[in-house]
Each structure stands twice: as C-alpha cells, then as structure tokens.
C-alpha cells in the first residue's frame, strides 16, 4: 500500500501543482467577476447538495444494517468504499476551503486588499488548499479504492455498525483517516480563534459585504468547535478508560457539519464578490464622521 500511495501522490501531485496556478488565475482574474463568482457558488452548491445526498444514503444503509433489514453483502462493501472515498473527499476539500476563507478574512482584516494583492494572495490560499485536497484525495483513493482490504472487511464483528470498525490502520491508513482528518479539523480551530482575535482588535471597518462574509466566518468555527472538537474530545476520553465510546454518532456529526460547510463556503463566496475591489471601501473607524 506504501508503494501505491507514494507513486500515485508523486503522480498526481506533480500534474496538480503543475496547473493550479493556471486555473486558479483564470478564475479568479477573469474579466467577468461577477459570472466567476456565481460560477464558483454554483459548483460549491452542487458539490455539496451531491455531499449530502451521499451522506443520507450512506447513513441510511448502516442503519437499515444495524436494524437487520439490509445484509453486509458485496454489493454492500463496494457502496460502501466507493461512498467513503468520495464523504472523505468532500469533508476534507471543505475543511481545507474552510480554513482558505478564514484565512483570506484574516488579510482582509489585517491588510485592506488592492487588486494586484488580492489576486496574489488568493492564488496562493487557494493553490495550496488544491494541493492539500489533492493530497488527501488520492490517498482516500488508494485506501478505500485500489487496495480496500485494510478497511472493508468481508464480514463485520459483533457490535460494530460502521465501515471500518475493528480494523487496526497500519501506519499509511492512519496517516490518511487518522491524523489527516485531525489536522484540517483543528487548523479551522486555530485559525477561527485567530481570526475573531483579530476581528475584535480591528479598527477598520469594512463594507456590509465583508461584515456579512465575517459573521459566516464565525459560524464555520462554531460548528467546528460544537460539531467536531467536542465531540471527538468526548470520544477519545471515553476511549482512555475502555469505556463505550460514541464513534457511531460522531460519524453523521461530521458529515452534516462539512454539509454545513459547503453552504457557509458558498455564502462567503456569493456576499465577498459582490464588490470588485477592497481598498476604495474600506474606512477606519477612528476616522468616521457621524451624519448630523
């Protein structure tokens, strides 16, 4: 499995980082912002609406499983490894988007944009977040796709109601459904702690468009933080002393938060577009007059 994931990463890197900075260009410095940025909500949207629809089904399976009306079949196993790779895709691409946004209101907040910065700094966020879903793609691939056997066992032990449970991840499998998911998770809690620091230290005020765009920014920390970070917490203290551990109710958790995500993604996009430059809007707020 080593030697799959290490040729397809180098592979599929090399061509990924070889045309991101010509894609993310042509988007982002098209002549008709406001088509690239419908274009851009419409493709969040959709991903995500497909995000969920996947979710219910892949839920609704393990608990028909669980009732006893469906079987573990192979049918089953392949459903279910082709729907893994594609919710772990999608999670990790709205993590890794979700922490580019927070990170480009950051250097909104921090540094009114003119044009040419914008442009540059949005490349470069979003270049590596391409570049870090990538990576996390072709190993959940590799993983659930090309070599499923550490992970879809053909029958399932007593208790266990979801795919995966009782298997032991060697070393690669832990790095991808293990610490993978775990960075992107809390990097979107550091950097939402971060960001509303330094909202709330700011004194330039921004127009209704950012503010709006902010307050989302806030929402996607907060449902990280309840949805994800406590969950999980809960779950590995429970872990520590051999106690039942809720893992089976984590998992919906997670899926229906990145679901969240997806609109939260879309909703930035849509309100932060809708005025082509920054620095001719941006006012401090020592310097407002008040209207007599």
Request: aromatic residues 16%.
């Amino acid at each position: 499995m080593l030697t799959s994931v290490a040729l397809c990463e180098f592979l599929f890197l090399f061509f990924v980082s070889s045309a991101t900075t010509i894609f993310v260009g042509a988007v982002f410095h098209s002549k008709y912002p406001r088509k690239r940025a419908n274009a851009v909500v419409f493709g969040i949207l959709l991903a995500d609406g497909l995000q969920a629809l996947l979710t219910v089904a892949h839920c609704s399976y393990w608990i028909l499983f669980a009732l006893g009306y469906v079987p573990y079949s192979r049918s089953a196993r392949l459903f279910c490894s082709y729907s893994s790779f594609l919710l772990l895709t999608a999670s990790s691409a709205f993590d890794w988007l979700s922490i580019g946004i927070i990170a480009k209101r950051i250097f909104i907040i921090c540094r009114p944009l003119d044009d040419r910065f914008e442009f540059f700094t949005t490349t470069v966020i979003f270049a590596i977040v391409l570049l870090v879903t990538s990576f996390g793609a072709v190993g959940f691939f590799v993983i659930y796709v090309v070599d499923p056997s550490e992970v879809i066992r053909d029958s399932l032990p007593a208790g266990c109601f979801t795919v995966g449970c009782g298997a032991k991840h060697p070393p690669v499998s832990q790095v991808f459904l293990v610490h993978y998911p775990i960075a992107s998770t809390v990097l979107v809690i550091v950097t939402g702690v971060v960001f509303l620091v330094i909202l709330r230290r700011s004194k330039v005020k921004l127009p209704k468009y950012h503010q709006i765009a902010n307050v989302i920014s806030k929402y996607i920390f907060i449902f990280h933080t309840v949805f994800l970070l406590i969950p999980y917490s809960v779950d590995l203290f429970l872990a520590m002393f051999n106690l039942p551990n809720i893992a089976t109710f984590v998992g919906p958790l997670n899926k229906l938060t990145h679901t969240a995500d997806g609109i939260f993604c879309a909703f930035i996009f849509f309100v932060s577009t809708r005025k082509r430059t920054f620095h001719k809007h941006v006012v401090p707020k020592s310097n407002v007059i008040p209207r007599k």
